[in-house]
């Protein structure tokens, strides 16, 4: 089973707000000001309501062009630790029917029921009971959309298939038929590129891409052509998983509300954000033992370089010190509109004390620290040099983007 809540954000916004229901809106992703125009380009349509929808705004169109499509469009700044709290009760809500959910996004999830449904008939009846429950439990105008079928893919392609408020069953002596019915583009994984790509290989049908040679699309696509040629035909081997895989890294990422291309800005933005994903390592109880650093800059073009410890950390300003000696050895002076840092090949551990008393008393300090973090919260210190470095919260594919 695949649960995609519908216009999930928006949804979330007009059941806090009565005078938003039944009106356009658009969730943006950072904060929206018409006076500025430079930044309001930026900024993104993160989801619109149906009502907005209907209109021809869609996720992920620039503000700006939202409102000269719908100019009674009402942008709402996007509220993550709201999300948060949704996400979290109806994630509970999916654990009352099995204990086999894996959560895909903070919209999303998938769940296998087959040992606590029984049957497909089953299956209908327990989605239209988490129907009945999500509304008591979010509210009347949130809801879902849900996929049955006999694999993750096919679960998918069902929720996708019938919004909003949907429920599509596809037991599998109907997947053909059913798969028959959709386009290429509605596979998740098939872009614009790959459906181009597969049109000039003459290839512009589900029914195509199932009789294609499956040598040939080896040859197109890598080890990608194989996956096309299986999802044509519905298989997908993958399992749903109900438990936390090991963390394997931890980093964010921002885009500026402006080009920037002066040294000490880009310096103490990345000192910034390796502080924020040191103090998570610590939180979690890990050590990195590599550090990766992204710039995105004014054309999109991006570049990325990483570099591993002698010995795992989980102290910023070493995470720093390294991320800005990549980003040196490349960077031209070209604008950047986005930096990164992540912390990779995690170890659980802890930092042990040091012959050095220099390194004694920073770890003596950084303790001090985490214990005030873990009291009030993350942004309860910061170093001098960045007392004026905000990071404004996004709403995205996952609740922790505010914590930053």
């Known amino acids: 089973m695949h649960v995609d809540m519908n216009s999930y ?3 979330v916004e007009q059941q806090a707000n009565p005078f938003l229901r039944g009106k356009a809106i658009g969730v943006t992703g950072k904060a929206f000001d018409l006076t500025r125009q430079a930044e309001s380009q930026r900024s993104i349509i993160a989801t619109a309501s149906r009502e907005a929808k209907k209109l021809g705004v869609r996720t992920a169109m620039s503000t700006v062009e939202a409102m000269r499509i719908c100019p009674s469009l009402i942008i709402v700044p996007g509220d993550p630790e709201k999300y948060s709290d949704i996400t979290h009760r109806f994630v509970q809500l999916f654990y009352e029917f099995t204990d086999q959910v894996e959560q895909a996004s903070v919209d999303e999830c998938y769940l296998d029921v087959s040992k606590d449904a029984g049957d497909y008939f089953g299956a209908t009846i327990m989605a239209q009971q988490m129907r009945e429950r999500l509304r008591e439990i979010c509210g009347e105008c949130i809801t879902a959309s849900i996929g049955i079928g006999p694999n993750k893919l096919i679960a998918k392609l069902g929720s996708e298939s019938h919004k909003p408020n949907g429920l599509t069953v596809v037991p599998p002596e109907r ?3 059913f798969l028959n019915t959709l386009q290429l583009r509605d ?20 029914q195509s891409l199932r009789d294609a040679d499956v040598n040939m699309l080896t040859r197109e696509f890598k ?3 194989r996956w096309l040629h299986e999802a044509a035909f519905g298989r997908d081997h993958f399992p749903v998983v109900s438990v936390d895989e090991a963390q394997k890294s931890v980093g964010h990422s921002y885009t500026f509300p402006r080009d920037i291309d002066d040294v000490r800005e880009i310096k103490r933005n990345l000192l910034a954000m390796a502080d924020k994903v040191a103090w998570r390592l610590r ?12 710039i995105r800059f004014n054309d999109l073009e991006s570049h990325s370089q990483q570099h591993r410890f002698r010995e795992p950390t989980a102290d910023g300003l070493t995470l720093f010190k390294i991320a800005w000696s990549l980003v040196e050895k490349w960077w031209d002076g070209t604008p950047v509109r986005l930096i990164g840092i992540t912390a990779g090949m995690l170890t659980p551990g802890v930092e042990t004390n040091s012959l050095f008393k220099e390194k004694q008393k920073a770890l003596s300090v950084t303790g001090a620290l985490d214990k005030i973090q873990t009291r009030y919260g993350s942004s309860s210190w910061t170093r001098a040099s960045l007392v004026d470095i905000k990071f404004r919260a996004r709403s995205s594919g996952w609740h922790y983007d505010h914590e930053i």
């Open 283 to 294: 939180r979690n109880g890990m050590l990195a033992g590599l550090v990766s650093v992204c």
């Open 223 to 225: 080890s990608w052509g």
């Open 175 to 177: 997947v053909i038929d």
């Open 187 to 206: 596979f998740c994984g098939i872009g614009c590129r790959t459906e181009q790509h597969l049109a000039e290989l003459g290839i512009t049908t589900v």
């Open 9 to 11: 954000f928006a949804s």
